[in-house]
């Protein structure tokens, strides 16, 4: 298991740089440089100075330093946001998308994985085609959208929860919300596809013929293996809730990390772009070791072959 | 001990779906056979219309008895299996006709299990009727133990759990032969051999001392040697529990082996069942004939094996009349003779109630073909005790083999 | 000679089309998506004339009303040779209030039709983009084989670990400058191709592992063994045996790129960095319609009719496409116990 895990961080930190590497590759090619972009600009020395310090006229020096930079965990200063480095902006919005995104994934599973149960238990009946409409329909939706209509409806009509901000617990419910939903149809649409699979299988029609009741039968023994792809999808999909998203941010005004994304691309930031994405990768990483990690544990094919 | 309850059936036609019938009540309680299948029709509903790949089956099993039900593949044996603790998915199946009673409790009416209510069929499916299916590599659930299997079994039906269930499945898994049970237990299934998962299903199947035991094909997917073995065990262990089998398979070597009973099904219809002695050394029908003529013989020289001509026919295309009659030798050696005069005369010298004479003989052709007016099948008809057949020409079927046991056809 | 090879899936588009037909929310998809395309494109010489005719002065966000707000003179040119407007125009002119106007007075209704057009161009773009990279990549990986093979699909796995919307962005921000050049400042044209290649260039990766994954699988099938038994060339196979079973698939999925793209366009449009002012396209109107809406909360069709249609053309799309994909895929629609 720990050879496994090693080997495992080790393939992760070659995926991480080579992210890092292809970023690297397209902010130098875009036209364009954060100074020039920059709604402030800079006096000519500071950026003078910047460029000297950053090596940022030597793309080869660059490179190489700011990624020994971030592996000591400095990502330097951001080109856009005067006076405030990477570190800084990461360790202010991170926390604020984390706790978000945690919120949305619980909430995408508890709602995603009965519809796509359902739908495939009661297979041509209304049930199945109302739980394929709803996931259809959640895919459907841009998020700009759900979360206007989540606003008008539960902050401006209903007046029962801040229409934006942040700070208390009652600025948590709709964003999260919000973020969950295309998570949410994704997974009940892969647990519906899942269950159909599963239910077709020889141990279905066993269990049944033992005299299991058919509750026990959907919930433990076709879940278990149904469940597997979800699994899978929530390691990528964890990553992506929690370094945020733009458009919630934008809509209930959420300091968190998803802006960051946005505005250091549109505005040729290299230091905050570099930053981000490998803050994101890192994530991805991780979470992708340790749902494989929990997939040994559900399926004992796989833990056999990983010794 | 064979299907003594075979004896009150009407003198000529043993149609058993009007005998279930006729019985009273106090016949069900007393002297009932454990299972009663009684005219069960099964279709399916497909894009091209409805196909009944089983019609009129009539079945029994006594306590105790091991049964065989054979045919070809795609005959409709698993699907009359599968119907008994109602495991085919409705829709697309439907149970068109037909009941099938089993007598769960002593002293009670047997039940019907295709009406009965969830709840008492959940309690008869692996606590009184116990199946092991045909691939043991699919059967099995991946993802848990061998052990917790079983133990879920034990807990549904027995009511206990915990350390008690488990030591139940380890002496079950002992008692099927799987050595060192106390490891095993705590293996997947895909860990273990493909016998060996074969054996865990028995024991998952045992475990709850079933009345019946139902099993599909138990040995098709296993490697030769341990085909052997398996079928041993189920022998044993159907003697030591005084439990009944229902064994549904294609090789006849088998059924010589281990059944009491045997019903040889094609296309759908029980075509002859009876003794298992008397049906294999005295074969009335020409399909049963067919099979066994397939059953290689070690101490015979002959070179070739024995075919029969085509393949079983889908039940979207089963043929009118006897579903057996274009494969039928004894059809074409009628219909030769129809047309050459002379192939068949030897038989009509020797039994003299066959209506043999040449103006006769297209009318026995439709008759395979087409039906008579009550019916386009042929029914059972009752041979002697123990042994009917579903054959238009029965009285012209030639006995398979050497021996002068024309028996059947005086019958 | 080869053709009979035993046991070849039938890539019969006739039961393919049948399985497909019975699916009856994909085919009300269809029939309604096809409908209202039919519109769009009919009306379409009449909203390029009309989709930017502003009436500041009158309609500023005047709600929908049956009857047309802005003079008939404001859409034509009364004093010019046709002085009459044709009976088609006037029907059409009847309509131009239908779905209200927006913050310069512009008519809803004539800028959500060409708009469902400008998106779903922009959608096809995209998706055939896509579909040209994903399935060149994945069947070269997939009949290189070996290190190429591992070198192709580690690129893959490689952009799966890129933020999706930053790599959009950076696709759209660094394409911009040398497209329209080469556009000769047409930035309207441009401005249409950056969108489908930045959203195509980041949407071939799944198909790429799908395409991939059927050419592998396939060249293990029996009737592929059974055709190189029998003397057939690895072309002729590829031809004739290969690509057939691989079309159907492919085209799933392509359907499925199209919603993803429109999507990211009204994405990029919420950003601000979709197509260019003043021409239409659904995200942009929905993106618009929810700012407006935020702000003024008032002006509901401004979000209800851009938005409603954005979301059902999505729908839509998604309904047939997976329509398509359990019609290929038959096994989803097999019968289970529970």
């Known amino acids: ?307 | 001990m064979a299907a003594q309850f075979m004896d009150s059936s009407k003198p000529q036609i043993a149609n058993e779906h009007d005998l279930t019938e006729d019985m009273d009540v106090s016949y069900r309680v007393e002297q009932a056979p454990l299972l009663d299948i009684c005219g069960l029709t099964v279709s399916i509903e497909t894009q091209d219309g409805v196909i009944t790949p089983v019609e009129d089956v009539a079945l029994r099993v006594a306590r105790k008895q091991t049964v065989a039900l054979v045919g070809e593949s795609g005959c409709g044996k698993s699907i009359t299996a599968q119907s008994i603790l109602r495991l085919l998915p409705q829709p697309p199946f439907r149970m068109e006709k037909g009941e099938i009673f089993f007598a769960r409790l002593k002293d009670t009416p047997a039940i019907d299990l295709l009406k009965t209510n969830e709840r008492t069929l959940r309690e008869v499916r692996g606590g009184q009727i116990a199946m092991v299916f045909q691939d043991p590599m699919t059967s099995l659930n991946p993802v848990f133990r061998i052990g917790e299997q079983i133990v879920e079994t034990i807990e549904l039906h027995q009511g206990v759990s915990g350390q008690i269930a488990r030591a139940q499945a380890i002496e079950l898994l002992r008692r099927v032969g799987i050595a060192k049970p106390e490891q095993r237990v705590d293996a997947y299934p895909h860990e273990l051999s493909g016998g060996m998962r074969q054996r865990a299903m028995i024991a998952m199947a045992l475990s709850c001392h079933p009345k019946l035991l139902i099993a599909d094909e138990p040995t098709t997917a296993l490697d030769v040697t341990i085909q052997r073995q398996i079928l041993d065990l189920l022998r044993s262990i159907q003697i030591e529990s005084n439990m009944s089998l229902l064994l549904i398979t294609h090789n006849l070597g088998v059924v010589a082996e281990i059944a009491d009973y045997v019903y040889v099904m094609y296309a759908g219809r029980i075509v002859e069942h009876g003794d298992t002695t008397q049906v294999l050394a005295n074969p009335m029908h020409p399909y049963t004939q067919g099979l066994l003529r397939c059953v290689p013989k070690i101490n015979e020289k002959s070179g070739r094996l024995d075919t029969i001509p085509g393949t079983v026919p889908s039940p979207s295309s089963f043929p009118t009349g006897c579903r057996f009659h274009p494969r039928c030798e004894l059809t074409a050696r009628l219909a030769a003779s129809t047309a050459s005069g002379d192939g068949i005369s030897r038989d009509s010298d020797r039994d003299s109630r066959s209506p043999s004479n040449l103006e006769a003989q297209p009318a026995c052709l439709r008759r395979c073909a087409l039906g008579d007016e009550t019916s386009t099948a042929p029914p059972l008809r009752k041979l002697n005790t123990d042994h009917y057949v579903a054959c238009w020409e029965s009285e012209n079927v030639t006995p398979l083999g050497n021996s002068a046991s024309n028996a059947g056809t005086a019958g | ?338």
Request: net charge positive; hydrophobic share 50%; charged share 10%.
């Open chain 1, 1 to 307: 298991m720990i050879r496994f895990a090693t080997g495992r961080l080790l393939g992760g930190a070659i995926t991480i740089f080579s992210v890092y590497t292809l970023t690297f590759l397209m902010v130098i090619a875009i036209p364009g440089n954060p100074f020039q972009q920059s709604q402030h600009s800079l006096p000519a020395e500071v950026e003078q100075a910047l460029r000297a310090r950053y090596n940022m006229d030597n793309n080869w020096l660059y490179f190489w330093d700011f990624l020994g930079d971030a592996v000591t965990l400095d990502f330097g200063p951001s080109f856009t946001y005067n006076d405030w480095t990477c570190n800084q902006i990461i360790a202010d919005a991170l926390p604020v998308s984390m706790l978000i995104g945690f919120l949305a994934i619980i909430l995408a599973v508890l709602i995603g994985v009965p519809i796509g149960v359902y739908g495939a238990v009661k297979r041509g009946s209304w049930v199945d085609s109302a739980s394929l409409g709803v996931i259809l329909l959640g895919i459907s939706i841009p998020p700009f959208v759900t979360g206007s209509i989540l606003l008008l409806l539960f902050g401006v009509t209903m007046k029962v929860l801040p229409i934006g901000g942040w700070g208390t617990v009652a600025h948590l419910p709709l964003p999260a919300l919000t973020l969950s939903l295309p998570f949410a149809a994704y997974i009940a649409r892969l647990m519906r596809v899942g269950m159909l699979d599963d239910l077709q299988n020889d141990f279905i029609r066993t269990a049944i013929a033992k005299g299991v009741s058919s509750h026990l039968v959907i919930w433990k023994h076709a879940f278990k293996v149904a469940f597997l792809p979800v699994l899978s999808f929530l390691g990528p999909a964890c990553a992506q809730a929690m370094t945020g998203s733009f458009v919630v941010e934008k809509v209930f005004g959420v300091p968190g990390l998803g802006q960051h994304f946005v505005n250091a691309a549109l505005n040729r930031d290299a230091g905050l772009v570099l930053s981000t994405v490998l803050a994101f990768s890192t994530l991805l990483v991780l979470f992708n070791i340790a749902i494989d990690l929990l997939y040994t544990k559900l399926d004992p094919r796989i833990s056999g072959a990983a010794g």
């Open chain 3, 1 to 338: 000679m080869t053709r009979k090879c035993s046991a070849e899936p039938s890539h019969a588009v006739h039961s393919n089309w049948r399985r497909f037909r019975r699916n009856r929310m994909a085919l009300l998809s269809l029939a309604g998506f096809v409908f209202f395309m039919l519109g769009a494109i009919f009306s379409l010489p009449t909203s390029a004339r009309w989709y930017n005719v502003q009436a500041t002065d009158i309609a500023v966000r005047s709600q929908p009303s049956l009857d047309p707000v802005v003079p008939l003179e404001r859409f034509f040119d009364t004093s010019g040779a046709n002085a009459i407007p044709s009976r088609l125009d006037q029907i059409l002119y009847r309509m131009t209030s239908l779905f209200g106007h927006d913050d310069l007075g512009r008519s809803l209704t004539y800028r959500v039709l060409p708009g469902f057009l400008v998106s779903l161009c922009i959608g096809l773009g995209a998706a055939l983009m896509a579909t040209i990279v994903g399935t060149l990549w994945g069947s070269i990986a997939a009949l290189a084989g070996g290190r190429i093979d591992a070198v192709m699909m580690r690129i893959v796995d490689v952009l799966f670990g890129l933020p999706y919307i930053l790599m959009v962005i950076l696709l759209k921000v660094g394409l911009t400058e040398p497209l329209t050049a080469i556009f000769g400042g047409q930035t309207k044209y441009a401005d249409l191709i950056v969108l489908f290649v930045a959203i195509g260039g980041v949407s071939w990766l799944t198909l790429s592992r799908v395409v991939r994954g059927q050419v592998l699988s396939l060249r293990e099938q029996p009737f592929i063994e059974a055709a190189r038994a029998t003397g057939a060339g690895h072309w002729h196979i590829l031809r004739k045996h290969v690509f057939p079973n691989v079309v159907g698939p492919i085209a799933v999925y392509a359907t499925l790129v199209i919603p993803q793209a429109i999507m990211q366009e009204s994405f990029l449009s919420f950003l601000g960095i979709g197509v260019q002012q003043p021409i239409p396209s659904l995200g942009r109107l929905a993106a618009d319609g929810v700012e407006a809406v935020n702000a003024f909360v008032g002006y509901w069709w401004l979000i209800v009719f851009p938005c409603t249609i954005l979301v059902f053309t999505l729908l839509a799309l998604n309904f047939i496409g997976d329509g398509l994909r359990d019609a290929v895929d038959p096994k989803s629609n097999a019968p289970t116990l529970v």
